[in-house]
């Protein structure tokens, strides 16, 4: 029996560099080029995933690759800003290997910076925004030989001339009534953690951080309920997951959604094998919605806080208020939810004052907490405004366009946040970042929380699980880490004033909301 060869194989190029961090941060599946690969199988074609994560990719890799596709050979590539310099990496190796191979780009990188992506030289095809429709037509003109390009919306490719011709934009959402059910088959339980689900795409807010709204716009979709509630008994009764992660981007954008799924998920039992996790918004919440939801399995909520400050909420345009995450985070934790949040440090306006208060509040009333650095993502009104203000902090290929940069990154590795406000010096800035999340855990009770025996919460950036503790290899690795971290807390202490004041009266202070 001969195995058909791949029609196309995806690739999700390493993304970002986390140190000590990497063996307790828990692997997500690529879930872009997931969708892509199951609605092009959905049509037919055979699709493949390497995860850059998992497997290092270098000649002998893409030579094995090119010996078992079907022509033309067609590689996809998963292109964020962070991964962009090791995109363009892969797709010249490719080339050299191979210079007839189809290399294709998409994702938020070439959506928002379409000029760079062409002009790169190793990009044959690439496409912008969603991208189920644009490369299906693509790669039926490819396979079949015959077919304008120009037709294809969405779609940037090099003219007989040689230079980039860039089609219009598609201006119609794509349904995702259409995506066949996830293809978890596609990845092994032994390298990622399967128990997620994605029931919605898109946000109907328009925050200035959020590089998402590129690709979705503000539109916001919803897969029907008869539909979710099918893969969750996937996920629980055939691929055992006893925990759930809703990666929605709003998951409670729809109350009365909300209510029918909980009251199906009561019907079918899975509340009573599973647990599930969910991130919202405070505004978005109540305690009729939260009370159903928690008799229904779901037992921990992620809010997306950011700040401390109403100024800076209408700054960011969250179109929320402080209070009312306040509030939603107390009544969740009355009803017994785990909560979590997350906050960002460095947006416009910014005071010291705003990122201390913001810590003070996250170690009063929520159970884990995350900590970032403002990073204006091309695409974004917040590179637009650091731009616009000079305060652009760009390292080549994008390399320090890392949301999390400031607490991975080693004392030595040179990162600069990538944009700082007015009033507060890069280096002090990543400095209170590592220290907001340093000062959250450095109590037993919180970072008990981090030795995740039920892999619960909604988070999951961090954590080490029960089965792994009497591993060997976990402790040194812990061991490693937690030099690392003394080893920068000296650093940063010593040669940064501001965020030694920072750590200081974060640690003496506390205050009740």
């Known amino acids: 029996m001969t195995t058909k060869k791949s029609d196309i194989v995806f690739i999700s190029p390493c993304n970002e560099k986390l140190g000590h961090f990497h063996s307790f941060v828990p692997r997500s599946i690529p879930i872009g080029v997931a969708l892509l690969s199951g609605y092009l199988m959905k049509h037919g074609f055979t699709a493949e995933v390497v995860d850059e994560e998992i497997v290092r990719i270098d000649r002998e890799f893409i030579a094995r690759k090119l010996a078992v596709m079907s022509h033309p050979k067609i590689f996809g590539l998963s292109v964020m800003t962070t991964n962009s310099g090791r995109a363009y990496e892969i797709a010249r190796l490719i080339k050299s290997l191979d210079k007839d191979a189809v290399v294709v780009a998409g994702g938020i990188h070439p959506t928002v910076m379409p000029e760079e992506v062409m ?28 077919g304008s390009f120009g037709e ?39 390298h990622y953690d399967l128990g997620f689900i994605l029931t919605s ?3 109907p807010f328009d925050c200035i951080f959020c590089s998402q709204r590129a690709i979705t716009k503000r539109r916001y979709r919803a897969l029907k309920n008869e539909v979710v509630i099918a893969e969750l008994e996937r996920l629980v009764n055939v ?32 509340h009573q094998k599973c647990s599930f996790g969910v991130q919202t918004r405070g505004d978005s919440v109540d305690r009729e919605l939260l009370e159903e939801m928690k008799k229904s399995g779901f037992d921990s909520l992620m809010f997306g806080f950011e700040t401390s400050s109403n100024r800076l909420m209408e700054v960011i345009q969250k179109s929320e208020t402080v209070e009312d995450n306040v509030n939603a985070i107390k009544l969740a ?19 010291y004052a705003d990122r201390l208060e913001a810590l003070l509040i996250a170690k009063s009333i929520v159970s884990r907490a995350r900590f970032n650095n403002a990073t204006p993502y091309p695409g974004t009104k917040l590179y637009e405004m650091a ?24 004392v ?24 907001a999340n340093l000062l959250f855990y450095i109590n037993l009770s919180n970072m ?34 937690g030099l690392s971290v003394l080893f920068k807390f000296a650093y940063v202490f010593t040669f940064s004033a501001e965020s030694r004041k920072f750590f200081i009266q974060g640690f003496l202070k506390t205050k009740e909301y």
């Open 448 to 481: 008990r929380k981090l030795f995740n025996a039920k892999k619960s919460g909604s988070g999951k950036w961090f954590e080490v699980p029960a089965d792994k503790l009497l591993d060997f290899r976990v402790w040194t690795n812990l061991l490693a880490l």
């Open 119 to 146: 002009a790169a030289g190793c990009v044959d095809y690439a496409v912008r925004g969603e991208g189920e429709r644009p490369l299906l037509e693509l790669v039926k003109r490819l396979k079949s030989g015959g």
């Open 333 to 351: 934790r009355e009803i017994g939810f785990t909560v979590e949040a997350t906050f960002i440090f460095g947006f416009p306006e910014e005071t």
């Open 201 to 203: 795409r898109g946000c």
């Open 387 to 410: 731009l616009k203000d000079g305060r652009l902090n760009l390292k080549g290929g994008w390399s320090n366009f890392s949301s999390a940069g400031a607490v991975t990154s080693g």
């Open 239 to 270: 691929l055992g997951q006893k925990n759930i992660t809703f990666f929605d981007d709003f998951f409670t954008g729809d109350k009365k959604r909300v209510f029918e799924l909980c009251a199906l998920i009561r019907e079918r039992g899975l």
């Open 152 to 190: 294809i919306k969405s779609l940037m490719y090099r003219g007989q001339d040689g230079k980039p011709v860039f089609n219009p934009a598609e201006d119609t959402a794509f349904d995702i009534t259409e995506l066949p059910a996830f293809p978890y088959e596609l990845f092994d339980p032994k």
């Open 412 to 435: 030595f590795d040179g990162y600069v946040v990538p944009y700082s406000p007015e009033g507060t010096k890069p280096a002090d800035l990543a400095g209170e970042v590592f220290f």
